[in-house]
């Protein structure tokens, strides 16, 4: 058989798709492989390029063939997607895969380590057990309303609520209502502990990478948004520049342009949601201190929000914030804040 120098690896829970190429293009191998296979059969293959999409278990199969001496690289589904020759089945994507990755401009996405994905995981947790928590404090919310009982907005509020489903001498709430109720009390209180515990976890592994000490010397940015930055961010050389960073978070205008005629929309939201999620929300607190503090402080925040709303505002911010983050990962140096000029 002619030796493979290329191979698209269509990735799957128990079959997997291998198409393989040699120096000249034509094709050597077309193969299904089950997932006990895979290790073994591409042992026995002289050293070459993998290719596969950056979707579940991706990293992992990475790493793995990495360690047999092949070069691996992950592409993004969507940028595999135009590759597709035909109607969509397990052939047909690892053709497209093995011919994509060949392309001299395609962009690549980097292996994480084990590590990376773990703390990753923590950011992934706490966000699901979080929503799960809102979703708790609102039905305990609209169930107390029922009997009259509503409170205001906050933390502070829900505890009162949760306190009154314990009262057992409070006769404003049925005792089986009372029952139900209690039980989604409990519910809250597990998930409040369960978050502290991941949160307090995430700030211990803040402390001791380097990467994420850097970028908590930005403004705006604490532990949660340092570490998921710098766990996503596995090398801040891939991107040329703290634009192309940002572009790749969705913090840029979305352009749809056309016969020399540049028309720009809002933010193109592409990319991690959760980090850009993280950095407008670190923007806004921001521009509460800029608003606290005048414009002698922050005196660009400040001439922004004269002209624009303060979620434009807090935008871009979240741009400037992540085109800082770049050059804070890509130099290996901490924050250094510009002087503030009285005017």
């Known amino acids: 058989m002619t030796q493979v120098t290329i191979v698209g690896l269509d990735l799957a829970k128990h079959v997997f798709q291998a198409h393989g190429v040699d120096a000249t293009g034509a094709v050597v191998i077309r193969r299904r492989i089950t997932r006990a296979e895979v290790l073994p059969f591409f042992a026995k293959l002289p050293r070459c390029l993998i290719g596969m999409e950056a979707c579940g278990t991706a990293h992992h199969w990475a790493r793995e063939l990495a360690a047999l001496g092949h070069e691996v690289k992950l592409m993004p589904p969507s940028y595999v997607k135009p590759y597709v020759k035909r109607g969509k089945n397990d052939a047909a994507d690892a053709d497209a895969i093995c011919e994509a990755v060949q392309r001299p401009t ?63 001498s409070d006769v404003r709430i049925p005792p089986i209502a009372q029952l139900a109720l209690r039980a989604v009390a409990a519910q809250i209180d597990v998930l409040r ?25 930005i403004p705006g940015v604490g532990p949660i948004t340092a570490t998921a930055i710098a766990a996503t961010v596995t090398d801040p050389l891939y991107f040329r520049s703290g634009r192309q960073l940002a572009a790749w978070l969705g913090l840029v205008p979305r352009q749809h342009s056309s016969g020399g005629k540049d028309r720009l929309g809002g933010i193109c939201k592409h990319g991690d949601r959760y980090i850009r999620r993280l950095l407008v929300v670190g923007a806004h607190a921001v521009i509460r201190y800029a608003r606290n503090k005048g414009a002698v402080a922050a005196p660009w925040i400040n001439n922004l929000l004269d002209r624009r709303s303060t979620l434009v505002v807090a935008v871009a911010l979240a741009n400037k914030t992540a085109r800082i983050a770049w050059a804070v990962l890509a130099r290996g140096e901490m924050y250094r804040a510009t002087p503030s000029v009285p005017v």
């Open 106 to 168: 395609m962009r690549f996405v980097p292996v994480k380590s084990v590590e990376q994905q773990s703390v990753l995981m923590l950011h992934r947790v706490r966000d699901l057990l979080i929503r799960q928590r809102t979703m708790l404090a609102n039905a305990l919310r609209s169930h107390l309303a029922e009997f009259g009982i509503v409170a205001a907005r906050g933390a502070a509020s829900l505890t009162n609520l949760i306190a009154i489903t314990a009262d057992e």
């Open 193 to 217: 502990k369960q978050v502290g515990t991941i949160e307090d976890r995430i700030v211990d592994w803040c402390r001791r990478d380097a990467a994420s000490r850097r970028l908590i010397s």
